[in-house]
């Protein structure tokens, strides 16, 4: 019925397991659960219930986002694929019954539960990532529905294997970022639905600001590696917001706004890691890795 498959690099996955583990022995179903290693640098010894947990592989070089998630296709036994990042925390105790109870109405390839973030701030070090993960990626089902592709993410997703086959993960991209973006514009071109229920997971890991403007580094270099290699970028950029507005500002002729800015970006860095995590400054600083 289900596979599982959790992508593992350099954290703890006993708690996600536990609760996985937990909840399928009290199912009358065929799942499994498969993690795959990308070659982590900092090893946790794993606890795992071999008849639940079928596979555990280990790489032995980082292979990237993309590619480890399209490595699954080939070694999940089940019709549906359940993708969870390995810093997932389960926060419902139906949470895989939901799933389950929707697949079982045989009406979408693809099924996306959301996520969410603590309520309260870890730390002052850690606010940028908590503010953007709570004001834009933690929304409801409702608030997906009205852009369901645009909201698609693969953080906590399940797909009908031979979506998966028939539209794989960009494998060029093998930073972080963006793959669910090119993913879930791929579905809307070939007219998959993509369904949204109120099933989130907790982001378990919140960055620290340096490291989160990092990954933002790396998810905007492969928005340019998307828009460079896309086949109708047009349609690129009409739905995804950063492009959007950086195309308009260079169709309007503000580029002197932006060598302002650039002038200005190192200390719109410190002030985003140190000082003011402001999300204007954000976008700001993103538009910023186009020049």
């Keep these: ?20 583990t937990d909840q399928i022995t009290h199912l009358k179903t065929n799942i499994e659960i498969i993690i795959i290693d990308d070659c982590s640098t900092i090893k946790y010894p794993i606890e795992i219930n071999p008849e639940i947990v079928t596979k555990h592989i280990t790489l032995t070089e980082n292979i990237g986002r993309a590619r480890i998630r399209n490595l699954f296709i080939n070694i999940a036994e089940h019709d549906y694929m359940l993708f969870l990042d390995c810093d997932s925390l ?10 389950l109870d929707e697949i079982a109405k045989k009406k979408y390839l693809v099924i996306c539960g959301g996520r969410t973030y603590p309520d309260k701030l870890p730390s002052r070090s850690k606010k940028l990532r908590w503010l953007y993960g709570q004001r834009i990626e933690s929304k409801t089902a409702d608030q997906r529905k009205i852009f369901p592709h645009q909201s698609f993410m693969t953080n906590n997703f399940v797909i009908y294997k031979h979506v998966l086959q028939a539209t794989p993960f960009f494998e060029l991209l093998s930073g972080y970022g963006h793959e669910d973006t090119l993913l879930g514009l791929e579905l809307k071109e070939k007219k998959i639905e993509v369904q949204h229920i109120e099933n989130p997971v907790l982001n378990g890991e919140i960055e620290l600001n340096c490291h989160f403007l990092t990954k933002t580094n790396d998810g905007i270099k492969n928005l ?10 047009g349609i690129l950029i009409e739905n995804v917001k950063l492009l959007k507005v950086y195309k308009a500002i260079q169709q309007k002729r503000l580029g002197l706004l932006l060598n302002i800015i650039t002038v200005l970006s190192p200390l719109l860095k ?9 999300e204007t400054l954000f976008n700001f600083y993103k538009l910023l890795i186009f020049e």
Excluded: G, H, W
């Design 90 to 99: 389960i926060i419902k105790d139906d949470f895989l019954t939901q799933y």
């Design 1 to 20: 019925m289900l596979s599982i498959c959790i992508p593992q690099y350099n954290f703890n996955i006993n708690p996600l397991v536990k609760s996985l």
């Design 224 to 233: 340019i590696l998307i828009l460079e290699s896309y086949s109708n970028p």
């Design 270 to 278: 410190l002030i985003l890691t140190s000082f003011l995590q402001n």
